[in-house]
């Protein structure tokens, strides 16, 4: 990977992108006039970071940029601001203010920043992600991006994001230490609907969840661990989920209640 910066950058980017290509261990490439492509063809890399005002944006050859925006939260949370609708992953899970929950795949964050709205101030969203460059990319947008909903932008701040494997981290985490455990592999089906997160297909962590995964979340989770898969998904039965009976819907929540 090489990093760059945007167009004409400040001393302040081009400072930033140097201690980025320092702690990934690579070089930066004085933007000047290339263009990405550009880049990519004189240097032989793959990825180029760049760093902007606006964030970071990685290019990978063959994909579409990657970058942080909230996603469907954005709408999610306005909507739930104007009691205009409620929100099925939030009910099914059971989230109460205050609450502790652990989203082991975090991607772009848009279900923690959900939950991190629920559980409010008192409440605490750990955020999980196994990729070290959407970690990056990830943990800097929910620092700095700006919407105009407060709520939307104090619940971005409130979560903590770390990079590991979610099982690593739950097998380090106590007994009964939060209430909700949540887990949103990637569909190895995609969903037209959510075309929004396909740039995060070319570097996110495509396995699909274990059953030490779901060992460990019983062992950690107070109250609930929630499944978010296809609807009619093999994986509901095989790990000890109950599917949700909502109609109509391509996504569905299982769910385990912890007695």
């Not at 290509?21 to 263009?35: D, F, I, L, N, P």
Request: some cysteine; hydrophobic content about 40%; aromatic content about 6%.
């Amino acid at each position: 990977m090489i990093v760059t910066t945007s167009y004409n950058p400040s001393e302040h980017l081009v400072s930033k992108a140097n201690e980025l290509a320092e702690q990934w261990q690579t070089r930066t490439v004085r933007r000047g006039h290339m263009t990405i492509p550009t880049i990519q063809k004189i240097y032989q890399e793959r990825d180029i970071l760049v760093v902007t005002e606006e964030g970071l944006t990685c290019y990978r050859q063959g994909n579409k940029p990657l970058f942080f925006h909230p996603g469907s939260s954005f709408f999610r949370v306005k909507r739930m601001l104007a009691s205009l609708q409620t929100e099925p992953m939030l009910q099914l899970a059971g989230v109460r203010p205050g609450d502790t929950v652990v989203d082991c795949t975090a991607g772009l964050c848009a279900d923690a920043i959900m939950f991190s709205h629920a559980v409010g101030r008192e409440g605490r969203v750990i955020a999980i992600e196994a990729d070290p460059l959407i970690s990056l990319i990830v943990r800097e947008g929910l620092a700095s991006l700006e919407t105009d909903i407060p709520e939307m932008n104090e619940a971005m701040r409130r979560i903590h994001l770390q990079h590991g494997h979610h099982l690593e981290v739950l097998r380090r985490m106590p007994d009964q230490s939060a209430d909700i455990i949540y887990f949103d592999p990637m569909f190895r089906s995609p969903v037209e609907a959510s075309s929004g997160i396909s740039p995060l297909r070319a570097y996110a962590y495509e396995h699909p969840l274990s059953v030490e995964a779901v060992e460990e979340a019983r062992r950690v989770a107070r109250r609930t661990i929630v499944l978010k898969e296809l609807r009619g998904s093999q994986l509901f039965a095989e790990l000890g989920f109950t599917e949700d009976d909502r109609r109509n819907a391509k996504i569905a929540y299982g769910v385990i209640h912890i007695r």
